[in-house]
């Protein structure tokens, strides 16, 4: 037994010497296994304490002072790698490692980083640069190489996208350093989108432009303002070519959009009978009668003055007419129904036709609701509507094709001042409150026709108590065109 107890001793004492054994020198302090493992773990904990302080500051503080995604996490990041090396020089100093001992070796250190590991010390520095001038956020959506995708994190060496399909690259920092990057989501993530569209020669560029437009406002994804255009890029080779552009403020769903724009650009064609044409050549031959009468000659057939026999052709399909209601008919006609746009050119309704789009209200339905707040002008391009007052329970007017309301609101800064139901199937060109002012540049003669319309309806309201400012003066029409003036810049 005593051999045993002394073998324990014997293994004990060379176990504390060995961890008590002086490795290396620092300065004038003296290292050994044991202080390095100390030092190890009150290293990992003082990471582990950063981390875990800088993920407070980022969900508690940060969320409170109620900054943006990409903010936080920079702000967190920068902070925890300061927390990580204030807390590693106070653990050295404590341990009573004179960090001036350790400037040589820092410089040392230094040289062979910077030749041996050149590229981590580029991803190092890029990466405070990101976190400092913030060219890049956590949330952008952005564009590097070809790579498109959502910058899900950012540290000191890389930058962690997730792209459109889900996948998670990592991309050095230097990448975003020393290349052309876009970024949709910089400052503002409203973007344009452009869809190239080609139709067949021959068709009308106006319905073109109408159905185009008509597919943009079918997609919710689209946003209304700046509204959608149609440009005219070309003459191709087989087709004419337009482009249809819209704004969204999603930029990580441009795609799903685009494929339902297409979707919506294909059912408005077709639904217009206009075709989209595929590329073809015309060959031309020369003595084209003397090569058919060869033909003919060698198959036995007779021709008579160079003319083929006649032949028994299958009866075509009846060609049923296309109906001529007002929902077939194209915005073109419907806006030439109105006496102000009835002289108009097909090239001035066609940018006509870029400031509103028809809308088809059944008999009965509510237009604009009274007290609710107006955003669009309406003309009436077929059908009837009845404005009436809720409130006074009393009939106003009585409204037909040509005749237009909603400017009231706009132009006076009021609530809706009645109520407009539709009396039957009403086709109504609806302006947006941004675009009116566009509409109006562009045909002042309107403006003019809405200042005396609105000075009308002003002094009938008034005369129903239904509005009571007195800020019009002795001639409304003239107030009411400074206002459009004023507002408007005519």
């Known amino acids: 037994m005593n051999w045993i107890f002394q ?32 030092l190890i773990l009150l290293g990992l904990a003082v990471f582990f304490v950063s981390k875990s302080l800088s993920e407070w500051i980022k969900k508690r503080l940060l969320v409170r002072l109620k900054l943006d995604r990409g903010s936080r996490e920079a702000i967190a990041t ?63 959506f952005v564009e590097v190489d070809g790579l498109l995708g959502t910058v899900e994190n950012i540290s000191i060496r890389s930058t962690i996208v997730r792209t459109i399909d889900g996948v998670f690259v990592i991309v050095p920092n230097i990448r975003f350093v020393e290349n052309h990057i876009i970024n949709w989501s910089y400052r503002d993530p409203k973007c344009c989108i452009h869809i190239p569209v080609g139709v067949a020669y021959g068709s009308d560029t106006v319905s073109v432009t109408e159905a185009l437009l008509a597919a943009a406002r079918m997609e919710p994804g689209v946003l209304s303002y700046p509204s959608p255009k149609v440009w005219f890029k070309s003459f191709g080779e087989s087709c004419l070519n337009f482009e249809l552009l819209v704004w969204i403020d999603q930029p990580p769903n441009s ?138 329970q009393k009939y106003i007017a009585t409204l037909h094709d040509g005749e237009f309301f909603g400017e009231m609101s706009l132009l006076l800064g009021i609530p809706r001042s009645a109520t407009v139901r539709t009396l039957s199937d009403t086709i109504l060109f609806v302006v947006d409150r941004n675009d009116l002012q566009k ?32 800020g019009l003066g002795e001639n409304p029409f003239i107030w009411i065109r400074k206002r459009i003036q004023s507002l408007f810049g005519i």
Request: include cysteine; aromatic fraction near 8%.
């Open 78 to 140: 920068v902070i925890g790698y300061f927390f990580a090396t204030l807390g590693c020089l106070i653990v050295l100093q404590t341990a009573g490692i004179d960090l001036s001992s350790l400037t040589v070796l820092a410089g040392v250190l230094g040289i062979g980083f910077g030749f041996g590991l050149q590229n981590l010390a580029s991803n190092f520095i890029s990466g405070l640069t990101l976190l400092i001038e913030q060219p890049i956020k956590v949330g952008d």
């Open 7 to 38: 073998g324990g001793q014997q293994i004990s004492t060379s176990l504390s010497r060995l961890f008590t054994t002086e490795l290396f020198k620092i300065g004038e302090k003296s290292l050994s296994l044991s202080s390095i493992i100390s």
């Open 255 to 392: 795609d799903p959009i685009k494929s339902a724009l297409n979707f919506h650009i294909e059912q408005e064609l077709r639904h217009r009978h206009i075709k989209i044409p595929f590329p073809h050549r015309e060959l031309w031959i020369k003595n084209i009668e003397q090569l058919n009468t060869q033909v003919h000659k060698s198959s036995g057939t007779e021709v008579t003055n160079g003319k083929e026999p006649s032949q028994k052709t299958a009866p075509s399909e009846p060609i049923h007419p296309i109906s001529k209601s007002p929902s077939n008919l194209t915005l073109r006609d419907l806006m030439r129904r109105v006496t102000y746009f009835e002289s108009c050119t097909d090239l001035e309704l066609r940018q006509l036709i870029e400031y509103g789009y028809r809308q088809l209200f059944p008999a009965g339905q509510v237009v604009c609701q009274e007290n609710e707040p107006g955003d669009s002008f309406y003309i009436i391009l077929t059908g009837s509507v009845e404005v009436f007052s809720e409130r006074a």
């Open 439 to 470: 509409l109006l540049q562009e045909h002042q003669g309107l403006a003019d026709q809405i200042a005396q319309t609105l000075s009308q309806r002003q002094q009938a309201l008034r005369d129903l108590g239904l509005l009571t400012e007195d």
